[in-house]
């Protein structure tokens, strides 16, 4: 049983294309991320959604929008995709909003071409 | 603002040998602080925390680390690598609504 698991696990896609990447947890926690890592492997924390709630917006294109239709569900969604784009994405999740720790997904490398 | 350098970019050990990966953190309250590691094509995978009590926690793998509030770092430390342990570890800082400040990461490379 993966406890936070994304799909889909590449992406390969054309600039200008919309796109969307899904994250589920099954572990019961009530916050989730999304996080960019860049191509020298630097990782940022874009969002923060707390019980469905967004929490923190980081400095983020408004392309880039979060969807939280339940708390074990923070989905991605990504317009007019651009080159700068490229990266794998990471969704976590962590027990509460005070200080525990994250529980990473296996990453959704997306390549836009 | 929070913050996380690993000062190392890349390290290379002799399977066998041991192992010590630093960190320094610049964080404003008590910092709550992590050790993450990422083998190719992986996920992040928690090796270690610390937020409260003992300073010198041990985590998965055999890996441990020392918290010294006076250096402000959490240094990790292997005593005899394996091969396996081959990967990009993270250090970071903070967690929960704000989410994780990650260092740079540190790229360990395992000598035969």
């Known amino acids: 049983d993966t406890a936070v698991s994304q799909t889909p696990k590449y992406l390969v896609t054309q600039m200008g294309n919309d796109k969307s990447i899904k994250c589920e947890q099954n572990?019961?926690?009530?916050?989730m991320y999304w996080y960019k890592q860049d191509s020298k492997k630097f990782l940022k924390i874009m969002f923060s959604?707390?019980?469905?709630?967004?929490?923190i917006n980081e400095t983020v294109p408004n392309r880039f929008s979060p969807k939280s239709p339940d708390k074990a569900h923070l989905n991605l969604h990504i317009n007019s995709l651009e080159l700068g784009d490229s990266a794998v994405y990471f969704c976590?999740?962590?027990?509460?909003?005070?200080?525990?720790?994250?529980?990473f997904g296996q990453g959704t490398r997306l390549t836009v071409v | 603002a929070q913050s996380v350098t690993q000062p190392d970019i890349h390290i290379t050990v002799s399977e066998g040998a041991s192992l010590e990966l630093r960190c320094n953190y610049s964080?404003?309250?008590?910092?709550?602080l992590f050790w993450y590691v990422q083998s190719p094509g992986q996920g992040l995978q928690l090796l270690l925390k610390?937020?409260?009590?003992?300073?010198l926690v041990q985590g998965i793998k055999g890996f441990e680390a020392e918290f010294k509030r006076s250096q402000s770092s959490f240094n990790l430390r292997k005593p005899s690598v394996h091969w396996s342990d081959a990967a990009e570890y993270f250090c970071?800082?903070?967690?929960?609504?704000?989410?994780?400040?990650f260092g740079k990461g540190t790229h360990l490379i395992i000598q035969p």
């Open positions: 976590a999740s962590s027990r509460t909003a005070k200080n525990t720790e994250a529980f």
């Open positions: 572990l019961g926690h009530d916050t």
């Open positions: 610390y937020f409260s009590g003992d300073t």
């Open positions: 964080y404003g309250a008590t910092p709550y």
């Open positions: 959604y707390n019980n469905k709630e967004l929490i």
């Open positions: 970071a800082v903070g967690g929960g609504a704000d989410g994780l400040t």
